[in-house]
């Protein structure tokens, strides 16, 4: 993965850049990191993708959340490839670049792998959303057909104009697509599906070339070239073989061990390169075997995640049965008790049965006995009657026996009554326990009743108890073989977690490593960036004693702007350093708050020096030793940045307070306002603009007249390019013609909208500043258009110089960027017309650098470079014209010398015919200066006062804003 990081942190870099190539870069960058992961993830499909349906079926396998998941990926996949075909495609489309140009071919040469993955993924992805429809409801897939809709018309669209583009016709055969997407919903439309296939011509093919010599070959070969052997080239012979002949008759032993040295290297580098894919190959295979023992540690934690929940429900289901057995105990005393009841009251009714029949027993006996009584009064009757007859006989007798009688008469009647109130109290005893025994009769009923319903009731509960102990048997048998394989799952896994902590602790230690390198690494850009910014610095600081930057020159206001930018990026690079000092895991902040101060640092310290040469002397000498210091200053932080010893300790401080004081120059150098009447100023506006606006139209005829002179004098490569200079002239007059034309306009809505009731020359007279502006923007422009026109005419007549187009190409695009600063400034940020105006500016850069452009590709074909041959020459000789050159070096110099002496002059004359006195220079204001393009030409004293260059008044009044400067 340590290629992959590489790639994040070079995207991010590049997309730090706000260029068209930095973002295609990025992109880039994105695009193969995406495929890395993919393929790292899906080992199974081959990095071109080329996979068989058995392949890609395999590789989603059989779990529908894999396949889901893989669609999404091929998904992710597609879409980066498309947003880079779609960049590329529109950055063509915006720039100047074609197809078969060498700028367009380095744009697309990465399409063509972009063409062939995308034939496949499209495969890819109607393939899985069939498989996935076939399994899933179509709901559930409406987002998937959504984005395939999508991706299908964005694939089309690419195809049908990659396929119409001449540099592809000759590299690859794009397929054509179907005209509308697959039905997924119709499972029959799979076997319409054709898979498209991208076809590549053999190298062997004639390739058709095109009869223009212009057009470069194609920068890509996409057929695989083996590398060529490294052959020894045939060796010029340097002047001293000339001069002396060939050592050794021609050849040397030196050659033969030269070419033994080359040979040896081949094949060292040969096995290198052998060893480093052996080497890849073995960390693939490692990768590999690390992601397949994750995925099944995975898996085993998996396992014994389940086993765990597993455990947990026996264990529940076993305290549920131990309550359901308590819950028996308590059931089966309960039963034991009620038939400990039952047998009691069984017993009870028993006893009560034998005691009923012993009082029937009773009953019968004194039944028996009440018999025998009136048996006994019977015969008592009788003896009575014998007595009566043997009365006189027997009277004593009779006596005694009658007193006998009575006797054994009150003996009975007390027997009887005695055996009555027995009776009378066993009847109602007997009354009592038929009552009693009733009672019991029903109580044993229900206890019967009760007795049947506890039996079945125990009868089932026995079932259920030996169905639960059975149960129960078996799972405790489960359970003793769940708790073995546990057991032995928990020792495996002490033992993988073992093996994982050993290697969680290698990976730890190479975190510990990664996290080094990580700090290393961020350390190292931080390095690299300060390099970077000291070479900006340096390169500033060289161009303050570079004689071609003296006629450089730069505006007050500018430099003020320029100051302030750079004071706030100081403030960015005090906090990006803070953060730094606090994360050093992360120094994004601080690279891209040091990449900004370099820049508007070099910035300041270059548009300082510039300002210094329209200067007065004093001004001047501060402005240019305060320069030195910031740039002596920065370099002595970006040092302190270089070391880790000293990085605490850096401190911008110090650059701020110098950079204070360049803003604090440049504001006392801005101009004052010009002297006009206020109530002149609306007048003048317009008639500054009329003038500019004929001034235009008059470039625009004399630039035809000499196009058609130059068609009758001249023919050739000659005509060619002066046609192509005066053609980018005429495009760049019209531009600048559309955007006078939107500056009037834009003035005369912002003058609408904020005069209210006054006038507009009381609006002009309120804003006096401002007006002063644009009249001065306005004279610049038709001043570089004039002049602009007689450096074309002097090229085109050969009796001019290319550089002096070049830099009225840049003077006049900085010319129209002040007329288009001094017309937004009080504008309406939603205005219509500020958008048509801001694309008129953009529209004059374009056009001024295919000035340049077609100027310095004429003078690239025209003029003649001497070859500078010495062949010829002897030793004296070249000893002679060694000489010569350096007296013409010190020539130079002294002339240089001079020059700059004159150029002094000439700009105290340039104050003095403005209108400015001497000692008020100091209020003086600078002419334009563009940050692209410093250069600005001389002022000309000799020419009429129209011709000449005004002096730009300044915005004032108004915060100085950031002007990009017209490239």
């Known amino acids: 993965m340590r290629h992959h990081s590489s790639l994040v942190e070079i995207g991010k870099l590049w997309a730090h850049l706000h260029d068209k190539y930095g973002q295609l870069v990025a992109l880039y960058t994105k695009l193969l990191c995406t495929k890395m992961e993919f393929h790292v993830k899906h080992m199974e499909i081959p990095p071109n993708l080329e996979a068989t349906d058995e392949v890609l079926e395999r590789t989603a396998g059989t779990d529908i959340n894999n396949v889901f998941q893989l669609t999404v990926e091929v998904f992710d996949y597609m879409d980066t490839e498309l947003r880079l075909a779609e960049t590329v495609l529109r950055q063509l ?35 899985l959303l069939f498989k996935l429809h076939a399994c899933l409801p179509a709901d559930t897939l409406q987002g998937h057909r959504d984005r395939f809709h999508d991706q299908f018309h964005s694939l089309k669209t690419f195809f049908n104009k990659a396929r119409d583009m001449l540099y592809f016709k000759r590299l690859i055969q794009i397929p054509k697509l179907p005209d509308s997407p697959p039905n997924f919903l119709h499972a029959a439309s799979l076997a319409k599906h054709v898979k498209p296939v991208v076809v590549i011509p053999d190298e062997d093919e004639p390739e058709q070339q095109d009869d223009d010599d212009d057009d470069p070959e194609p920068l890509i070969e996409v057929s695989d070239v083996s590398t060529p052997s490294i052959q020894a080239q045939p060796q010029q012979m340097d002047i001293f073989d000339q001069t002396f002949g060939p050592p050794n008759g021609g050849f040397d032993d030196r050659d033969l061990q030269i070419e033994s040295l080359k040979r040896d290297l081949e094949l060292l580098r040969a096995e290198l390169e052998r060893v480093k894919a052996e080497a890849q190959r073995y960390i693939t295979q490692l990768k590999s075997q690390i992601n397949s023992l994750e995925a099944e540690l995975e898996e085993q934690r998996a396992q014994k995640q389940r086993a765990l929940v597993e455990n947990e429900q026996l264990r529940m289901e076993l305290e549920a049965m131990r309550r359901r057995n308590a819950e028996y105990d308590s059931l089966q005393t309960t039963f ?14 028993n006893k009560l049965k034998e005691k009923h029949t ?55 009647k007390f027997e009887m009554e005695k055996l009555r109130r027995e009776l009378e109290e066993k009847l109602a005893e007997i009354s009592r326990i038929k009552a009693t025994l009733q009672s019991s009769e029903q109580t ?17 509960l026995m079932r259920s108890v030996s169905e639960k102990e059975a149960e129960l048997s078996s799972l405790r048998q489960a359970a003793q073989v769940q708790q073995s394989s546990l057991q032995q799952e928990r020792e495996r896994n002490s033992r993988e977690l073992g093996e994982l902590q050993g290697k969680l602790q290698d990976k730890a230690s190479q975190e510990e490593l990664l996290k080094q390198k990580l700090l290393e690494e961020q350390f190292a850009l931080l390095q690299g960036t300060v390099t970077e910014a000291e070479n900006i610095i340096q390169d500033a600081v060289a161009k303050l004693d570079d004689p071609l930057h003296i006629r450089c020159t730069s505006s007050p206001d500018y430099l003020v702007s320029r100051a302030e930018s ?79 010893i000293t990085l605490q300790k850096a401190d911008p401080a110090f650059i701020r307070v110098i950079v204070q004081k360049i803003l604090h120059l440049g504001q006392e150098l801005r101009p004052k306002s010009m002297d006009i009447r206020q109530d002149e100023l609306g007048d003048l506006v317009d008639k500054e603009m009329a003038a500019t606006s004929a001034a235009i139209e008059e470039a625009v005829r004399r630039i035809d007249e000499m196009m058609n002179q130059a068609r009758k004098d001249t023919s050739g490569m000659k005509l060619e390019v002066n046609e192509r200079i005066l053609n980018s002239c005429t495009d760049l007059m019209k531009a600048i013609r559309m955007l006078v034309v939107a500056s009037t306009d834009l003035q005369k809505e912002i003058v609408e909208g904020g005069r209210g009731a006054a006038t507009i020359k009381e609006f002009y007279a309120r804003n006096s500043r401002w007006t002063e502006g644009l009249i001065s923007a306005a004279k610049a422009v038709g001043w570089g258009a004039t002049e602009m026109v007689e450096s074309a005419d002097k090229v085109v007549l050969h009796t001019g110089k290319y550089e002096e187009l070049i830099v009225c190409s840049h003077e006049i695009a900085a010319s129209t960027a002040q007329l288009v600063a001094a017309s937004k400034v009080k504008a309406d940020r939603n205005s219509k017309k500020l958008s048509t105006l801001q694309q008129a500016s953009r529209l004059v850069n374009e056009m001024a650098a295919n000035v340049v452009a077609s100027t310095k590709t004429g003078q690239e074909h025209l003029e003649e470079k001497d070859t500078m041959d010495f062949s010829g020459m002897s030793l004296i000789k070249l000893k002679k014209e060694e000489m010569e050159s350096q007296v013409k070096v010190l020539e130079l110099e002294s002339q240089l010398e001079n ?27 600078g002419e334009t200066f563009s940050t692209t393009h410093p250069v600005s030409m001389s002022p000309k004293p000799t020419k009429p006062t129209l011709m000449k260059k005004p002096a730009l008044a300044q915005k004032p009044n108004i915060p100085p804003k950031t002007m990009v400067s017209p490239r």
């Open 93 to 127: 489309n915006t720039s100047i670049a074609i197809s078969t140009l060498t700028s367009g071919q380095c744009r697309l040469a990465p399409l063509i792998q972009v063409i062939q993955d995308c034939s496949h993924l499209y495969h890819f992805t109607v393939k």
């Open 336 to 349: 034991i008790e009620a038939e400990k009841r039952a047998q009691a009251t069984e017993q009870r009714y």
């Open 358 to 412: 012993e009082l029937v027993t009773s009953h019968a006996e004194l039944l028996r006995k009440s018999a025998d009584t009136v048996k006994m009064l019977s015969a008592t009757q009788q003896t009575q009657d014998e007595v009566e007859r043997t009365k006189q006989q027997l009277s004593f007798e009779v006596d005694r026996i009658k007193q006998e009688a009575d006797m054994k008469l009150e003996e009975q």
């Open 444 to 460: 044993s009923v229900q206890m019967n009743s009760s007795m049947t319903a506890l039996q079945a009731e125990k009868e089932r």
């Open 566 to 644: 750079t004071l706030t990026s100081i403030d960015k690079l005090k906090k990006g350093h803070a953060e730094y000092l606090t994360n050093m895991n992360d120094a994004g902040a601080l690279l891209r708050a040091l990449t900004q101060f370099s820049h508007l640092a070099a910035d300041t310290i270059v548009n300082g020096s510039a300002t210094a040469h329209m200067a007065p002397t004093d001004h001047a000498d501060k402005l240019t030793e305060n320069c030195r210091t910031c740039a002596t200053e920065s370099l002595q932080f970006l040092k302190d940045l270089k070391t880790k």
């Open 899 to 925: 020059e700059r002496l004159r150029l002094g002059e000439l700009r105290k004359k340039h104050y003095v015919l403005a209108g400015v006195p001497l000692d008020q220079v100091s209020e003086g204001n």
